[in-house]
């Protein structure tokens, strides 16, 4: 079998269009983006071309349609929302030739996920699908067992398709994020296209947030620990020829009395001085990460970004953040500060939910006023979270995961379950995270009550964040 799978491409803004959304056409760049798809199909054996009913789908096969004269099957089940296994009905209606889909992205990753073809570890590095792109899928039969990116890069006006193994001059690059929960370090080859390919991710556990909560200062023994560790990550750049480190500190070392201090110390063992983030540059860059992965041209956006000292918030669109804060809800901190019971008793659950509240409580307007179409989070929190609630669902109800979607009933549910479970018991739990599972509950916690103040739900997550961001500050050049 051979099947195509094609993200329709670029329409029309949704802010510059009244009618209904079913019939928001494609823009002159989708156009020409639907173009390119043409000209990479006409010369396939194409037996079927099936569609959702979106017009942006229809108008992205309709070149297809005119070089190869096959007409477009409309069908419902490759519509937005639309669960995979009803999908996967379409999958065995041909037997010869090939098949072409136009969907959505989250169609196309759900698929991808199922067949397990990501050709990377796709619980880190995710799954390509920009508007315009294209995934082979082929096999000997029914199921497809390869598979082959085709993404939109370079000049966007030009809608220009590459292989995504065409060769191109990279850097090999490394980011250490000193993060309140832990130190991680990511090499990658960089391109200029804003393509991340990651060689090494190392992570080291050190709660310096938990640390910070307790004391307000990093103690020295910690502070050695923290230095020995950065040294070991370096050291580890340095056996994988790594051009440049941009090492860089968050909520931690932003927060401690002797974060300054702990930070010099770190960059004379690096050789690299560490740059400490304030919370506006570290939303700026984790949205630099978001729109370069999953091509929010046209959307209006609110970030999330979970992590062990802070949560930072988001709102924006293509051009920039309009609306960012950066709040004191640390899965780690709060964790520290207020749970003192395992299973975590309701008094503290009370306690953290309220936290969340009034944290919460002089950014709602702003956020709600910003109107967005799309929530999308990252996190190591957030994501641990994710994998248990797709393992919840595939327990109850015996469907296919659907990884990278959270919606509040699943994280609701799952934190019920976290929240009256033991360590031991969580430690049981299928995909649970071994370093995760004592912070789980207060993460879940956090979590269910941000998705219900700001009405965030369901969440789009993405597996970059911070340390992708910095690479395409650092050595990116910007769209135009």
């Keep these: 079998m051979k099947l195509f799978l094609v993200r329709h491409g670029l329409a029309v803004p949704r802010r510059e269009w009244n009618g209904q959304a079913q019939l928001r056409p494609l823009n002159d760049v989708g156009l020409r983006q639907a173009d390119a798809v043409a000209g990479i199909l006409e010369a396939e054996e194409i037996e079927r071309l099936v569609c959702g009913p979106s017009l942006r789908c229809q108008q992205t096969l309709a ?3 005119r070089a190869t ?4 099957e409309i069908d419902d089940r490759l519509d937005r929302g639309e669960d995979v296994q009803r999908v996967l009905e379409l999958m065995p209606g041909f037997r010869e030739g090939a098949a072409v889909f136009c969907t959505h992205r989250e169609i196309i990753e759900s698929l991808i996920r199922v067949f397990e073809l990501d050709p990377r570890d796709a619980e880190r590095d995710g799954i390509p699908c920009q508007k ?16 082959r990116y085709l993404e939109p890069v370079g000049n966007r006006k030009r809608g220009r398709l590459r292989l995504a193994h065409e060769p191109q001059e990279s850097r090999r690059a490394a980011v250490l994020d000193l993060g309140s929960t832990s130190f991680n370090l990511l090499i990658a080859d960089v391109r200029q296209s804003g393509e991340i390919e990651p060689v090494v991710r190392e992570k ?8 910070i909560a307790e004391h307000e200062s990093i103690p020295d023994e910690v ?5 020995a560790v950065a040294r070991e990550l370096r050291e580890l750049a340095e056996r994988e020829k790594v051009e440049c480190l941009f090492p860089v500190g968050t909520a931690a070392l932003r927060d401690a009395s002797n974060g300054a201090a702990l930070a010099d110390r770190i960059g004379r063992t690096l050789g690299a001085p560490v740059s400490v983030l304030s919370g506006e540059q570290e939303a700026r860059l984790i949205y630099r990460a978001f729109r370069q992965r999953l091509a929010l041209e046209n959307e ?4 999330l970004d979970l992590g062990g000292g802070s949560l930072e918030i988001a709102t924006g669109s293509e051009d920039a953040i309009e609306y960012e804060a950066t709040l004191r809800l640390g899965v780690a901190r709060l964790h520290r500060e207020m749970v003192q019971g395992d299973p975590i008793r309701e008094v503290e659950a009370d306690a953290i939910r309220q936290r969340v509240r009034q944290a919460l409580a002089p950014h709602i307007e702003a956020i709600a006023g910003a109107r967005p179409d799309r929530c999308i989070a990252t996190g190591g929190t957030i994501r641990a979270l994710s994998r248990l609630a797709d393992e919840e669902r595939a327990r109850r109800s015996g469907q296919l995961r659907q990884p990278g979607r959270l919606t509040r009933k699943r994280i609701a549910r799952l934190s019920e379950r976290l929240a009256s479970s033991t360590h031991e018991e969580r430690l049981l739990m299928r995909g649970m995270s071994r370093n995760r599972a004592d912070l789980l509950p207060t993460g879940a916690l956090i979590l269910r009550e941000v998705m219900r103040a700001l009405d965030a739900s369901p969440l789009t997550l993405c597996d970059w964040g911070l340390r992708e961001g910095v690479l395409l500050d650092a050595l990116v050049q910007p769209p135009e």
């Design 223 to 227: 502070c050695e620990s923290a230095s």
């Design 204 to 211: 080291v556990m050190l709660r310096l947030g938990a640390v």
């Design 132 to 147: 315009g792109s294209v995934w082979v899928l082929e096999g000997p039969g029914y199921t497809p067992t390869i598979a």
């Design 69 to 72: 004269g096959r007409s477009v």
């Design 63 to 65: 070149p297809v349609v």
């Design 300 to 303: 209006r956006v609110l970030a």
